[in-house]
């Protein structure tokens, strides 16, 4: 059975930073790009980041770029979300997904599995 686990999620100020990871079970996905998701409470889920198989290929949504950063480890079949400079706007629900075998990376849809999700709470 495969699985996507996140943690680290929580409650933190603003600006103030994150680590979340998202532990992969059941399979190996080394070979595919994984991404990052998110949704807050009123709103659809959206496009984070995503990271290539090799770790050599990343993007990310405009909204976190130059604050988030995205990393794997093959060797421990697991994915980081680095969150610094954290505002009250990336409040979400955020969800590990993967793996995605082709089409556009921004698109939930080409993603076979999806995490449960961690919450994140930025105060003001």
């Known amino acids: 059975q495969v699985q996507l686990v996140e943690s680290g999620g929580g409650l933190v100020q603003a600006g103030g930073s994150l680590r979340l990871s998202c532990a992969a079970s059941?399979?190996?996905?080394?070979?595919?790009?994984m991404g990052w998701f998110r949704q807050a409470p009123g709103k659809e889920r959206e496009f984070v980041a995503t990271?290539?198989?090799?770790?050599?290929?990343?993007n990310y949504a405009d909204s976190v770029k130059g604050r988030f950063t995205i990393s794997r480890d093959n060797t421990k079949n697991t994915v980081y979300l680095q969150m610094n400079s954290l505002k009250p706007e990336d409040t979400a629900v955020y969800y590990c997904a993967g793996p995605r075998r082709y089409g556009d990376y921004y698109d939930p849809r080409r993603y076979d599995y999806w995490g449960q999700g961690t919450q994140v709470t930025v105060s003001s």
């Open positions: 059941g399979r190996t996905f080394s070979s595919y790009p």
């Open positions: 990271i290539n198989w090799s770790g050599g290929g990343t």
